[in-house]
Nanobody, 121 residues
Framework: QVQLVESGGGLVQAGGSLRLSCAAS????????MRWYRQAPGKQRELVAA???????DYTDSVKGRFTISRDNAKNTVYLQMNSLKPEDTAVYYC???????????????WGQGTQVTVSS
């Protein structure tokens, strides 16, 4: 069984910073892509940032230049450094990962429970 546990959310003023962490644990052979999504009230969940196991990254346009995704493969952990936060960044942020549980298995898709980020104006 695999678990993704997020941490680091909270309340911050506009212009401030937060760092989210997501640690994967359990039966893990390897992890492919890791991603951060967010969902604001009344809106669809959107992909914020993604990182491959080789370190290639991609971002949605609205966070480019402000957010940085990174990962520590030895710790099975992905991070999201969020700077210059805006009220429109307020959402529940979810971690997602493509994980091989065993050598030779196919990847399974796993989600964390979400962490609330609130940016006040």
């Amino acid at each position: 069984q695999v678990q993704l546990v997020e941490s680091g959310g909270g309340l911050v003023q506009a212009g401030g910073s937060l760092r989210l962490s997501c640690a994967a644990s359990g039966t893990i052979f390897s992890i492919n892509a890791m991603r951060w999504y967010r969902q604001a009230p009344g809106k669809q969940r959107e992909l914020v940032a993604a990182i491959t196991n080789g370190g290639s990254t991609d971002y949605t346009d609205s966070v480019k230049g402000r957010f940085t995704i990174s990962r520590d493969n030895a710790k099975n952990t992905v991070y999201l450094q969020m700077n210059s936060l805006k009220p429109e960044d307020t959402a529940v942020y979810y971690c997602n990962a493509d994980i091989f549980p065993f050598l030779g298995s196919s990847t399974n898709d796993y989600w964390g429970q979400g962490t609330q980020v609130t940016v006040s104006s």
